[in-house]
């Protein structure tokens, strides 16, 4: 059957002497794996549109019972090549890719992932820190697969947090007030009052809002270490992209 839906180019792996086989999460489809075939030997038919994180309008022939389609067509819609060219961007999205793979749904209608992905990589290009993003787009992902509960309430007694207010964060249960803390089924982690009021702030912003870089989403910070912790406890694996933005991130925090 052929299908035709927008996607995000997520990543594209050899197969055979001139093959592609490409992973891109469409709007209507979630995660689709299909083979783009002689796209080693000429651009011609799909061009630059094979590029991590274009988004393009997708033809495939959809085989029941395959995991992989074959890929006719790429009709480019927007490139965010250039925004790449800077190292830590181009590290983000490649988070942004291994992520959207190991969490996107197959065959799934629910467009809420498509639209993150589309959001914040409008906001990359828009200008806003690269880490910024990585932790928005982290937090909505746990969101979104029902792996974070809602942090501003106890997930203990559902009492409002304090805002400002410490609060006490657990990777697999979620927060606590202090009243409950002694509840919790492991020690999780303490965040301060501002890494508490930023998370407000990735509940209630749009990522193009989140234009300047908060201490909060540092590169080895607690939140980045939880959002991290929680993601790879889920998934069952380690996440490879990390490293080179941990290197990349790092050494831009100390030349501040």
Known sequence: MLQ?????????????????????????HGCVRGVAKAAR???????GNLEP??????????????????????EGRHSYARMQAEPLCQAVCAVFSELTEAFGREGGSDDR???????VLDA??????????????????????????DLRRCAHCDSAMPVPGSRLIGVHDGARCSNCQTHAAD???????????????????KPLDLKTMDPAARAGGDLARLFHAQLESFAERKFRSYRHVHALALTTEASL
């Open 113 to 119: 992932e498509f639209r993150l992905l589309g959001a």
């Open 53 to 74: 994180m274009t988004r393009v309008v997708a033809v495939w022939d959809e085989k029941s019972g395959r995991d992989l389609h074959r890929l006719d067509q790429l």
């Open 187 to 205: 020690p999780g982690r303490n965040l301060s009052s501002r890494d508490c009021a930023w998370l407000d702030r990735l509940h209630r912003d």
């Open 124 to 149: 990359l290009e828009a200008g806003i820190p690269p880490i910024v993003a990585l932790r928005y787009f982290e937090f909505w992902t746990l969101r979104l697969h029902g792996m974070i509960a």
């Open 4 to 28: 035709r839906d927008e996607a995000f180019i997520l990543k594209t792996q050899p197969i055979g002497e001139a093959d592609l086989i490409v992973s891109f999460l469409a709007q209507e």
């Open 41 to 47: 030997k000429s651009r011609k038919r799909f061009g």
